[in-house]
Nanobody, 123 residues
Framework: RLVESGGGSVQSGGSLRLSCAAS????????MAWFRQAPGQEREGVAS???????HYGDSVKGRFTISLDAATNTLYLQRNSLRPEDTSIYHC???????????????????WGQGTQVTVSS
């Protein structure tokens, strides 16, 4: 089970940290990731982290967002700085338990999803 929290409203240039509590997994998932989806748009890969702590970021968030994992509690975080109005979206965390050769930020590889948390950035 995946439960996101930390969404809300913030002004442009501000910061927010999202959390995703992952429960019910016997071991650390192979991949954990954040995606976002705005109304009328496709789901976009934001950031991922794998079991070796290798991270990947979408081009639009590189240098502004940081993904991290507290492996002791299986809690995934997304620190988001320098927020822009175009970052407004519903943010979802996702989990894949096994290795894949496919790109880490492809939503198709993730079978487990949280309900999402709304983030609104005003100008």
């Amino acid at each position: 089970r995946l439960v996101e929290s930390g969404g809300g409203s913030v002004q442009s240039g501000g910061s927010l940290r999202l959390s995703c509590a992952a429960s019910g997994y016997a071991s650390r998932p192979y991949y954990m990731a954040w995606f976002r989806q705005a109304p009328g748009q496709e789901r976009e890969g934001v950031a991922s982290i794998d079991r070796s702590d290798t991270t990947h970021y979408g081009d639009s968030v590189k240098g502004r967002f940081t993904i991290s994992l507290d492996a002791a509690t299986n809690t995934l975080y997304l620190q988001r700085n320098s927020l822009r109005p175009e970052d407004t979206s519903i943010y979802h965390c996702a989990v894949r338990l096994t290795y894949t050769v496919r790109p880490n930020l492809s939503p198709d590889i993730y079978p487990h999803w949280g309900q999402g948390t709304q983030v609104t950035v005003s100008s």
